[in-house]
C-alpha cells in the first residue's frame, strides 16, 4: 500500500526552528489531514497533532501543525535536545480503506 | 487516565499463530475504531489492520490479508488480533492504537524457528 512522502532526516541546531514535510494525496492528507507522531527510542508513538492541527493536552506550543493542499508540515520551534526522534505523519486513505503513514523523519540538533 | 494495553506477544515458529488482546481502559471503548500498527526491527511503522466501532467493519493490510483477522468485544473492552500462517517478516513490535489520538505500549511477536 502506497504511504506518504517524508524526508528521512532533518538536521539544525540547539534553538532553531525544523519544518518537517509530510506529502501524500487527495485521498489522504487533502482528504482530512494528517496527524503527527513523536516516537523516541524504544518508546511508542506519541501523538503531537491530530489530523485538524490541534496539539492534544500536554503537548509543548513549540510544536504546531499546518496542511497545504496534500502536504501536511510539522513546524517544532526552539529545537530541544529532548527533540531529537523520529517523526512519522499519518492519515486515513479513503480509496485504500486503511491508514497510511510516512516513513518517517529523523530529527537531529546540533 | 486513558490506556491501551496489549498482550499475547511471544516467540512463535513460522506457521504458527498468535493471539494478540488490547484492552482499553479510561475510555469509551465503543466510540473508537481501533486499529493494530506493527514495527520491524529498526524501521518505521505499518498499519496492519483497522475495526470499527461495533465490529461489522474491518479491513486489512495486503501483506496480512486472509491471515490475520482483526475482532472487538465491546462489553470488554477488548480488541484481538488472531494471527495465522505466520511468517518470518511478520516479527515486529505490534500496537493498538486509534492512530490519531491513543497508542498502547506494543507486544512482541518474533517468528523463528
Known amino acids: 500500500q502506497a504511504g506518504l512522502t517524508q524526508p528521512p532526516s532533518v538536521s539544525k541546531g540547539l534553538r532553531q526552528t525544523a519544518t518537517l514535510t509530510c506529502t501524500g494525496s487527495s485521498d489522504n492528507v487533502g482528504y482530512q489531514g494528517a496527524a503527527w507522531l513523536q516516537q523516541h527510542q524504544g518508546h511508542p508513538p506519541k501523538v503531537l497533532s491530530s489530523?485538524?492541527?490541534n496539539r492534544p493536552s500536554g503537548i509543548s506550543e513549540r510544536f504546531s501543525a499546518s496542511r497545504s493542499g496534500n502536504t501536511a508540515s510539522l513546524t517544532i520551534n526552539g529545537l530541544q535536545p529532548e527533540d531529537e526522534a523520529d517523526y512519522y505523519c499519518?492519515?486515513?486513505?479513503?480509496?485504500?480503506?486503511?491508514?497510511?503513514f510516512g516513513g518517517g523523519t529523523k530529527v537531529t540538533v546540533l | 487516565e486513558v490506556h491501551l494495553v496489549e498482550s499475547g506477544g511471544g516467540l512463535v515458529q513460522p506457521g504458527g499463530s498468535l493471539r494478540l488482546s488490547c484492552a482499553a481502559s479510561?475510555?469509551?471503548?465503543?466510540?473508537?475504531?481501533i486499529h493494530w500498527v506493527r514495527q520491524g526491527p529498526g524501521t518505521g511503522l505499518e498499519w496492519v489492520a483497522r475495526i470499527n466501532n461495533d465490529g461489522s467493519g474491518t479491513s486489512y493490510a495486503d501483506s496480512v490479508r486472509g491471515r490475520f483477522t482483526v475482532s472487538r468485544d465491546n462489553a470488554k473492552n477488548t480488541v484481538y488480533l488472531q494471527m495465522n500462517s505466520l511468517r518470518a517478516e511478520d516479527t515486529a513490535l505490534y500496537y493498538c492504537?486509534?492512530?490519531?489520538?491513543?497508542w498502547g505500549q506494543g507486544t512482541l511477536v518474533t517468528v523463528s524457528s
Open positions: 492504537s486509534t492512530v490519531f489520538e491513543l
Open positions: 499519518s492519515a486515513w486513505d479513503r480509496s485504500l480503506d486503511a491508514v497510511v
Open positions: 479510561g475510555v469509551t471503548f465503543s466510540d473508537y475504531w
Open positions: 489530523r485538524n492541527n
